[in-house]
């Protein structure tokens, strides 16, 4: 890619009077970011890879340990393979005329019994930033390829197109400890390595004063969440600077995100430090989220109440005739649901969905309650064709003990319901 703009230019300059890496960093490298192992075999005898040590393992299960002789964390592997390899990236922060970058390296280890490790280290891209937020990338030439890891080695270091892949791979990489940050970024509290990617960290403060006042007051966690939700930044800044005024250190700023997002919807003052900063947040936050539950349940009512109002008029033309019927064995009270709202009301206390389907908008079938000792006990569905019943549901559309017993008296009844269709 050909540079365009002044930055671009400088960068293409620049990146070509870099200095190469030194034996000391890539022993960090080694060291560092590469997992190093220890292979076991049948005899629970263990063979470290780095230095050639043996000895006899009686754990009875993988993990890591401390090598006895050269003191490396190595993870044992029960194997009769005598090779492993493994392969990493690093990254080293450091500057360069004025600009910051970031320089990743993929470092490759073989590892053979019995002899010392190879490792080999190549310089795939930089990342290039400096005091006024331009940004621009160098790079190997990448292979089409959905793995983000397809480089092409023999290509050289130039120009490239920013892409995410670049700022994943920079993101998991291990960060050599000894870096150099530019004098405007260290001004706004930036001087080592944190949580977040470096790089998307840099941006965030030199943009945004908000992401500044967070890395300053110490609130590296709260930060990194909101720079993956920018949203919920614009959304919750003003509550959050209340936290930051009364020196209230969030538990988990997830919940508390939530948690405000609740206190909204309740109308509460989500500017008052009584309501912001919860002596428990946990429990400010169940307790949030039950009243906000029970406030969209009334919604949720009210809305099923206006639409059975106007459902109502329907009803009638359809059912209206067979309203007021009622008869009983003595112990089973059998009467039709008398109005849209009936059907609510039974279907809310029975919980189920003979309000939510309309059934008394079906025009060949007719809902009656079923109730012993005046306590709802089933719903029953009865044909207006051949006044069978068609289902008869308890709670939760279970049967009752008194199940056979209501189908009985409903279909022992149904002249009541004929002379009526007739009429």
């Excluded at 920079?170 to 970024?185: D, F, H, M, N, Q």
């Excluded at 009243?291 to 109502?312: I, P, Q, S, T, V």
Aim: with cysteine; proline share 3%.
């Amino acid at each position: 890619m050909r540079p365009h703009t002044r930055f671009q230019h400088k960068v293409a300059a620049v990146n070509e009077r870099l200095s190469p890496i030194t034996e000391t960093q890539k022993q960090w490298g080694f060291r560092n970011a590469l997992k190093h192992y220890a292979i076991r075999n049948a005899k629970g005898v263990a063979t470290c890879l780095d230095c050639g040590h043996q000895w006899h393992s009686t754990a009875n299960t993988e993990g890591e340990t401390k090598c006895p002789d050269c003191g490396a964390t190595i993870e044992i592997k029960d194997t009769q393979c005598r090779k492993l390899t493994d392969r990493r990236y690093f990254s080293i922060i450091t500057t360069a005329e004025g600009i910051q970058v970031q320089r990743v390296f993929r470092i490759e280890a073989v590892y053979r019994k019995h002899r010392k490790p190879e490792y080999s280290i190549v310089e795939q891209f930089r990342l290039w930033l400096d005091g006024d937020c331009h940004s621009a990338v160098t790079s190997r030439r990448r292979s089409l390829s959905y793995y983000v890891d397809c480089f092409v080695e023999c290509s050289d270091i130039e120009l490239r197109s920013d892409n995410e892949c670049y700022h994943y791979l920079a993101g998991i990489s291990e960060v050599y400890p000894r870096i150099k940050v530019l004098p405007k970024i260290k001004r706004n509290g930036l001087n080592g390595t944190s949580e977040i990617p470096f790089m998307k960290l840099a941006k965030a403060i030199l943009t945004d004063s908000r992401a500044e006042t967070m890395l300053k007051a110490g609130r590296g966690s709260d930060l990194a969440y909101f720079l993956q939700h920018p949203k919920r930044l614009e959304e919750l800044w003003s509550s959050y600077r209340i936290t930051l005024r009364n020196g209230y250190r969030i538990a988990d700023i997830s919940i508390w995100a939530d948690y405000i997002a609740l206190l909204t919807r309740l109308g509460k003052d989500t500017h008052n430090a009584h309501y912001v900063c919860p002596d428990n947040l946990s429990e400010a936050h169940n307790k949030a989220h039950r009243k906000a539950m029970e406030h969209e349940n009334r919604r949720e009512r009210a809305e099923k109440r206006k639409k059975a109002a106007g459902d109502e008029a329907r009803f009638r033309e359809l059912k209206g005739r067979f309203v007021g019927i009622y008869f009983t064995d003595g112990t089973i009270e059998v009467s039709v649901l008398g109005s849209v709202n009936e059907y609510l009301e039974e279907s809310a206390a029975l919980h189920h969905c003979c309000f939510a389907s309309e059934y008394y908008l079906k025009p060949n079938s007719l809902c009656l309650s079923a109730r012993v000792n005046g306590e709802r006990t089933e719903t029953v569905e009865l044909s207006l064709t051949d006044f069978r019943v068609l289902q008869s549901r308890g709670l939760c559309n279970s049967n009752t003990p008194y199940h056979d017993r209501i189908i009985r008296l409903v279909e022992s009844n149904a002249n009541l319901f004929r002379r009526q269709l007739g009429a």
